[in-house]
Nanobody, 127 residues
Framework: QVELVESGGGLVQAGGSLRLSCAAS????????MGWFRQAPGKEREFVAA???????????DYADSVKGRFTISRDNAKNAVYLQMNSLKPEDSAVYYC?????????????????WGQGTQVTVSS
């Protein structure tokens, strides 16, 4: 059974930082990609960032344009964890943030490209 548990959300002022963590059950990282999505009230779930582990033991990241330069995704395979460092937060970043495991051969930016999801963690940025 794959289990993903997010933590690190909270309330922060605009311009501040938060670091989200996603703890995965053992064996989850046999997949090649892990991603973060977010969903604000009344809006669709949207892609935030993903990190892909290549066959050459290197990784590369993809970001939504709205977070590029402010957010950084990383993973620690030894700890079965994925992180999202969020800096220069804006009120429009407020949402529930979800960690998800990618499906090989599927889109990086579509939620359909992920098969297991965490329960989410709330991020609220005040102006």
């Amino acid at each position: 059974q794959v289990e993903l548990v997010e933590s690190g959300g909270g309330l922060v002022q605009a311009g501040g930082s938060l670091r989200l963590s996603c703890a995965a059950s053992a064996g989850t990282f046999s997949g090649l990609r892990m991603g973060w999505f977010r969903q604000a009230p009344g809006k669709e779930r949207e892609f935030v960032a993903a990190v892909t582990w290549s066959a050459y033991s290197t990784s590369y990241a993809d970001y939504a344009d709205s977070v590029k330069g402010r957010f950084t995704i990383s993973r620690d395979n030894a700890k079965n964890a994925v992180y999202l460092q969020m800096n220069s937060l804006k009120p429009e970043d407020s949402a529930v943030y979800y960690c998800a495991r990618g499906r090989s051969g599927y889109s990086t930016i579509s939620s359909a490209g992920y098969d297991y999801w965490g329960q989410g963690t709330q991020v609220t940025v005040s102006s």
